[in-house]
């Protein structure tokens, strides 16, 4: 096979690992019966100080299927996501992804082009009451797989179970299906990322074992209480549950700097700054002078300050000074030193500007309903967009205004905020909203299943067949009404692509199962029904590149071309490719092109075109698939 092919799969990440372990200890390599493995013996004693013995007991989340879930998340998927245009809405300009199919393989896709892009994920995933769907992931090929791939049945209706309390696997079968999702989730957090995700008390204790062991425990940022509602539900046996939690977990605890995980301040919170000396920094409070150690604990921080009205030296009492003396005497130089009204207190307090507090307000773990709204405010959000249907398809969507809460919380006005189980949409209609306010750009990417509504809903008779549909037209409705009445300047739009099997032949990916002389049988190594649209997607995510980037398609020499991000990568699936065309997309200069290699005039073309590329335009990556 011509070595300049993209391998069009999801990156190996069990020969990535296998790598990165085997560069930091090559000391634990070694071979098995089917080639380099690691001495797992020898990795532990690496890290241990003491001599490691058998198989202890360890503090640690275990069930049934853990391994596989971990072997889950590092499968590679052949799998593709290919574009919808007619369900987007401005395909070529959004920067917004609806993202049609099971998250997990989608997680898988979206690795490479995403790996440390998203600052901001929020989940809702199933809750596990026993009557909510939890998804089985399932990778062997046994019969009923051959039945959903002959139409015979609905592959996500098969797939979906309910998972009551008295099968046996209660609590095994959400985390098997939770595991892999999250592992391939906090890849693609940023440095700063977060992560909130929405759990009651049936597995809120199983989520923070599970993201403890993730994410590590000392990146949890708390358990936000959300109290869900006011009213007592009096024919519950026991106590009324009122509150939900959302945990939120950061990817790296170190990097996060008083800019984020603020909320901006609200009316109140101003008015306690004052400016009673009409201070030219503006208006500010003081906070005290103390540190939180004695003198004797903090020398450097035990030192006299002089009072301005009478010259006395001032020592630290019982607490030391919360600051080194450098920075006390730059406070008395920056006039920051507030003594009380005609210097009538002992000691100093220090001022705080509010112009200075660009950090915002510090959260606080309880989200009250009187300030985020219940689960009934998450119906009625809703129905207010879809007034001609019930809408009792959706038990809980979260309230927008919750949504918006750890949105402030948890991004900066340009970032990316991907829910990858986002129902009917809350979240994405939060972003359109806060954006409208704030002037922000935050861009949402939604992943959703297409799980069947109930055929006789009205609803489903009226297309919206699946909880995509409903998602995608929440969205559209929101759009539309936060333009009409705010006529903000905010990307309304949003990209659908669809999971989908991958664009090539399975030949492309067997060689070894096919004779030579069958080769030519698959002449074009793509599937029939499959456009240049959803190839140039493929070939983006392939190459690691955002499927949000803008894409503009122009016509050179005749033939159809895709630009994506200007000359970030070129992309033509025509046929009949030639030298002619070569020098005239040399004088382009893309950094990428990448041609179908089935689409050169003939062999010798290939060959030159690849020659021509490399004189005319050197920087250019030439690829075919
Ligand atoms: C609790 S709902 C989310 C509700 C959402 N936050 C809202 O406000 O509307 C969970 C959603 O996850 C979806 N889901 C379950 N398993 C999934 C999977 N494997 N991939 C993608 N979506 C899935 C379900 O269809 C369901 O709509």
């Not at 100080?49 to 049934?64: I, M, S, T």
């Not at 935050?442 to 699946?466: C, P």
């Not at 991000?565 to 990428?592: H, Q, T």
């Amino acid at each position: 096979m011509n070595n300049d092919k993209l391998d069009l799969q999801s990156p190996d990440i069990v020969r990535e690992n296998f790598e990165k372990l085997a560069t930091l200890f090559p000391n634990c390599v070694t071979e098995g019966a089917d080639g380099e493995v690691i001495d797992f013996d020898l990795l532990k004693q690496e890290l241990s100080h003491a001599v490691v013995e058998g198989n202890k007991e360890r503090y640690r989340l275990e069930w049934p299927g853990k391994r596989e879930a971990i072997v889950t998340a590092n499968l590679p998927t052949t799998k593709t996501l290919r574009p919808v245009r007619e369900d987007s809405v401005d395909f070529d300009n959004t920067e917004n992804l609806y993202i049609e199919g099971d998250n997990l393989e989608v997680l898988k896709l979206l690795q490479e082009s995403y790996l440390g892009k998203i600052k901001m994920i929020y989940i809702d995933p199933p809750y596990n009451t026993g009557k909510d769907f939890v998804y089985r992931d399932n990778f062997s090929k046994d019969a009923q797989e051959e039945l959903i791939e002959s139409g015979q049945k609905d592959e996500y209706n098969q797939r979906l179970v309910t998972n009551p309390e008295t099968a046996g696997r209660y609590h095994t079968n959400w985390l098997n299906m939770m595991y892999p999702r999250l592992k391939l989730a906090r890849n693609l957090l940023s440095d700063k990322g977060v992560i909130f995700i929405s759990i009651d008390s049936n597995e809120n204790h199983n989520a923070r074992r599970l993201c403890d062991e993730i994410f590590g425990e000392f990146n949890l940022v708390t358990e936000f209480i959300w109290e869900k509602k006011y009213t007592t539900s009096n024919n519950i046996v026991g106590v009324s549950d009122v509150h939900e939690y959302v945990l939120c977990y950061c990817r790296d605890l170190n990097n996060l700097s008083d800019a984020i995980l603020r909320l901006p301040y609200t009316k109140e919170a101003k008015a306690r700054y004052k400016n009673p000396d009409n201070d030219p920094k503006g208006p500010w409070m003081d906070v005290s002078y103390h540190g939180p150690k004695s003198p004797a604990e903090r020398p450097n921080l035990n030192y006299p300050i002089i009072h301005p009205k009478n010259g006395e030296e001032i020592w630290p009492s019982e607490k030391s000074w919360a600051y080194e003396k450098a920075n006390y005497l730059k406070h008395v130089d920056e006039n920051r030193l507030y003594w009380g009204k005609n210097f009538s207190y002992s000691e100093p307090r220090l001022k705080k500007y509010l112009s200075e507090m660009k950090g915002g307000m510090v959260p606080k773990s309880l989200l009250s309903n009187k300030d985020v709204g219940g689960t009934s405010n998450g119906r009625d959000d809703l129905r207010k967009l879809f007034k001609e249907y019930s809408m009792a398809i959706f038990d809980n969507p979260k309230p927008v205004s919750l949504m918006k809460k750890l949105l402030q919380i948890g991004t900066d006005k340009e970032d990316i905020v991907l829910d990858f189980f986002s129902g009917s949409g809350s979240l994405g209609q939060a972003i359109l909203e806060l954006n409208a306010e704030d002037g922000g750009k935050r861009k949402h990417y939604q992943v959703q299943l297409n799980e069947l509504t109930d055929s006789n809903s009205k609803e489903y008779k009226a297309g919206l067949i699946n909880i995509c549909e409903i998602g995608k037209e929440r969205i559209r409705r929101a759009a539309r009404k936060i333009k009409e009445e705010t006529n903000a300047d905010i990307d309304y739009g949003f990209r659908v692509y669809r999971l989908d099997s991958s664009n090539m032949q399975d030949v492309f990916y067997k060689p070894q199962d096919y004779d030579q002389t069958n080769l030519d049988l698959f002449g074009d190594n793509v599937k029939p029904d499959r456009t240049a649209d959803d190839l140039l997607a493929q070939v983006m995510l392939d190459w690691g590149l955002p499927l949000s980037l803008k894409i503009d398609q122009v016509d050179v020499s005749g033939k159809k071309v895709f630009k994506v991000a200007k000359n970030s990568l070129y992309a033509c699936f025509d046929s009949g490719i030639d030298e002619d065309f070569a020098k005239a997309i040399a004088k382009e200069k893309p950094l990428r092109i990448v041609f179908k290699d089935s689409g050169f005039k003939n062999d010798t073309a290939k060959t030159n075109v690849k020659q021509l590329l490399k004189q005319l335009s050197p920087e250019t990556e030439m690829k075919v698939i």
